[in-house]
């Protein structure tokens, strides 16, 4: 009797019942149209209770409690809270620091302090979920900063984490003197035990993720090549899918990018030098890309280029040729921009450069909502603007769809039920 009495009290407070449904607030979201994530819909509302969208439809058609708060979003259109699918939230604009002095010089307390900021400015330019790619070299800080934004600690997108990424011996940066034993900005593993051993390490330690590095730029004269062996990247994917988890590769050579894809790996970064051939394997076994567009695009401009202004340097003229190509071949198109390459907050370039080379400004909006939601395999939570997901939420001036560069004016960010941005 008076354990079951102190187990009672324990779970109460630690799992403090929501009240019901019924009893919660709700609010009922008035935009002039929603783009439910696959579609744009004119005149519908949205009722949110809880931290649930409970319906949504055109405004007749949805009942509405009494006591509902009504929130006019007159003028803008309401849309799925966006998902970007390739970050570095620990990592900071190179044009500010280095690559290769923000992993060796700064400290891990300062990252953190600086990541925990720039997770607050990501979920006020609209972004409610993302998928963060490495901390080069800041060790397990976005597992930290997952549970911080989780538990309330500080405001974010929900986080999907990779840890530390893993890399072959020799392979990665930072490089010094042969002698010396340099920090990597990524975890060292080969061979199938070591890389079993290593995978589950990260696994254990909070990898909602595990990324490979299947090529760097480690050939004769700084070319990119291969890195893992076909084996090796098998033995990764076996052991990440087996934990009900999914592997993404760095990749950019068509070798890489096929050993990946053979391998069964869920995303490819980058793929600038992909072939049509390459492409076709991908849409074949629905492997999708993450061109990361803004990453060159940015890393050009640090370098003077001023676009509009100046010829288009070579490579952003590949790399354009490369996602047309990708396009053609009907591979499932990520939202990930590699955003911590430049500011947090400003993912939307990703999009607006999708839509320059190619794409629509409708399916660029659904890659970043519906279409990553599927990809990361979390369509049953957040995605789409639909009854008993969660609500996660934004409102932008003006018609994305239309329009793409309307996503850099949100003003409005819902997470969870919880108004953030008004
Ligand atoms: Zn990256």
Redesign the pocket.
Known sequence: MRLYYVLAIACWAFFPNPAPAAQQQATLLKPSRVFDGEAMHEGWVVLVRGTRIEAVGAEDAVSVPRGTVELDLSGTTLLPGLIEG???LL?HPYDETPWTDQVLNESLGLRTARATVQARASLMAGITTMRD??T?GAGYADVGIREAIEQGVIPGPRLLVATRAIVVTGLYNPKGAPELRIPKGAEVADGYDDLMRVTRDQIGRGADWIKVYADYRWGPGGSAEPSFTQEELETIVEVTNSSGRQVVA?SSTPEGMTRAVLAGVATI??GNDGTEEVFRLMAERGVALCP?LA?GYSIRRYAGWRPGIDPEPESITRKRESFRRALDAGVTMCFGG?V??YTHGTNVIELELMVEYGMTAAAAVATATSGNADIFRIDDRVGRVAPDLLADLIAVQGDPTRDISALRDVRFVMKGGEIFRR
């Open positions: 390739h970050s570095h990592l790619l490495g080069e760095h970064e980058h990361t990453a590699d911590g390459v």
